[in-house]
């Protein structure tokens, strides 16, 4: 069984970093497409980052690009989102999700198969 488990996240401050975890079990023994999300009460799932396997090429959105890093480690099955420069708009909650591997960037909803609970993430001033 596919299993995603974010961590991570918290209250941090506005200007500084972050770096989520995401841990990937029951079924990693193969490549998967990965991507991060976000979402809060007042809008829709927001697409955040994506990683293409094979080949790890990654694509951010207009909103944390130039600022986040989308990573991951086969060897302990761990995808990584790091963000710097955070602002208060960044306050959601972030979930990571997996797909069947394709050798381009996902970066729709409706494209994965399996998500974590996700991770709370508050930026305050």
């Known amino acids: 069984q596919m299993q995603l488990v974010e961590s991570g996240g918290g209250v941090l401050q506005a200007g500084g970093s972050l770096r989520l975890s995401c841990a990937v079990s029951g079924g990693f023994y193969s490549g998967y497409n990965m991507g991060w999300f976000r979402q809060t009460p007042a809008q829709e799932r927001e697409f955040v980052a994506g990683m293409s396997w094979p080949g790890n090429t990654t694509f951010y959105s207009d909103s944390v690009k130039g600022r986040a890093t989308m990573s991951r480690d086969e060897a302990s099955d761990t995808v990584f989102l790091e963000m710097s420069s955070l602002k208060l708009e960044d306050t959601a909650v972030y979930s990571c999700?997996?797909?069947?591997?394709?050798?381009?960037?996902?970066?729709?909803?409706?494209?994965?198969?399996?998500w974590g609970q996700g991770t709370q993430v508050i930026v305050s001033s």
């Open positions: 999700s997996a797909a069947l591997g394709v050798p381009r960037v996902l970066r729709f909803a409706t494209d994965y198969n399996w």
